[in-house]
């Protein structure tokens, strides 16, 4: 970590939030209606497969799965879409999709028609990525992918910029939803924030690690705490080493801020004055943590969208994800849940 920089370290205790915290919490949640955000990034089918075990395969070393029901729900930035709706707010979601079932029934989850699906692309040269989970006793047994991962064609992304261009005046914040499965190129980061710095909008970024080098110059990344050391280069597990990593990626990509969550640690963030926060979480039980990271994102991206400051952005967005961890699932949150959550934090 660098020397001769102010570095203020505060342990957060939303336990003992003042009144007026939390009534500036509340405001910011009232005015998620007003909030507009885009989100980009890598749609995904999240196809869920349930049932329940009672013997093992005679065949193989294996549980036999006895099914019982199935269900699909939205994945990866179609997940951050539905979790800035559930909140109130108002999304609007640019990302590329197959000609094939997938694609249709992601379009269907997303409440778009195949003629009106604005900024959602169809590629007949890509599968729609879907990822099929197997789930007993509440319990994830296995799961299996269908995806591309290569890049998406130079003209799929001109007109995914065009249509992010088409927007910016009705947006108030701009997610990047990175999944790597071939959305997000550097040539696409490079355009979106450009587009978002120009318009003096916030852009955050939900990463992976083979592209963090996308990202610089964006207002805020956020990592989970493997990522964060994989792409600080160190073995990121404790305060001291969590706060390395932190300020070397802001340092890095220049950005604004680093939010790191980190589970039943709760979240640090790290701020382009110096500042740090340590917030612990608000998790009471932790059955799934599958969609939490787009749960953060869509909240901190309303939170921005509303004028909140960094810090309390990442609060609501730790509340909301200890809500959502307690569901088997990719899960949403509504903004009562939210605001119920604070009342008792």
């Given at each position: 970590m660098t020397t001769g920089k102010r570095m203020t370290?505060?342990?957060?205790?939303?336990?003992?939030?003042?009144r007026s915290q939390l009534r500036a919490l509340q405001r910011h949640i009232q005015r998620f209606p007003q909030a507009g955000v885009l989100v980009v990034g890598d749609l995904i089918l999240d196809h869920y497969i349930w049932g329940k075990v009672s013997r093992i395969s005679p065949e193989a070393p294996v549980p036999v799965v006895q099914?019982?029901?199935?269900?699909?729900?939205?994945?990866g930035a179609a997940n951050v879409y539905h979790n800035i709706l559930a909140l109130g707010g108002k999304a609007d979601i640019c990302g590329v999709v197959g000609a094939d079932e997938g694609g249709r029934c992601l379009l269907k989850e997303l409440g778009l028609k195949r003629q009106g699906r604005g900024g959602v692309v169809i590629d007949p040269s890509r599968p729609?990525?879907?990822?099929?989970?197997?789930?007993?006793h509440n319990q994830q047994m296995?799961?299996?992918?269908?995806?591309?991962?290569?890049?998406?064609?130079?003209?799929?992304?001109?007109?995914?910029?065009?249509?992010v261009e088409s927007r910016l005046r009705e947006i108030s914040c701009l997610v990047v939803s990175d999944y790597a499965k071939g959305v997000?190129?550097?040539?696409?980061?490079?355009?979106?924030?450009?587009?978002a710095t120009l318009r003096r909008i916030p852009i955050i970024v939900d990463p992976k690690v083979e592209h963090f080098s996308y990202y610089k110059g964006v207002t805020v990344v956020t990592p989970n705490h493997l990522e964060a050391g994989q792409a600080a280069g160190i073995h990121a597990d404790d305060d001291r080493s969590i706060t390395e990593a932190g300020e070397l990626i802001r340092q890095?990509?220049?950005?604004h801020s680093v939010l790191i969550t980190r589970g039943e640690q709760g979240m640090s963030l790290f701020e382009s004055d110096g500042a740090q926060w340590h917030i612990p979480t608000m998790a009471r039980q932790v059955y799934d943590v599958t969609g939490a990271g787009d749960t953060v994102v869509g909240t901190l991206a309303l939170a921005l969208a509303?004028?909140?400051?960094?810090?309390?952005?990442?609060i609501l967005a730790n509340q909301a994800a200890g809500i959502v961890v307690g569901v088997v699932g990719t899960a949403t949150v509504t903004a009562a849940q939210l605001?119920?959550?604070?009342n008792h934090a």
């Open positions: 370290v505060r342990a957060d205790k939303t336990d003992v939030l003042s099914v019982h029901s199935e269900s699909l729900q939205l994945g729609t990525t879907r990822k099929t989970r197997v789930v007993a296995v799961r299996f992918d269908v995806e591309r991962r290569s890049d998406i064609k130079t003209p799929i992304q001109r007109r995914i910029v065009r249509y997000v190129t550097m040539p696409l980061m490079a355009e979106l924030t450009r587009l890095r990509l220049g950005c509303t004028g909140a400051s960094m810090h309390d952005g990442a605001t119920e959550a604070l």
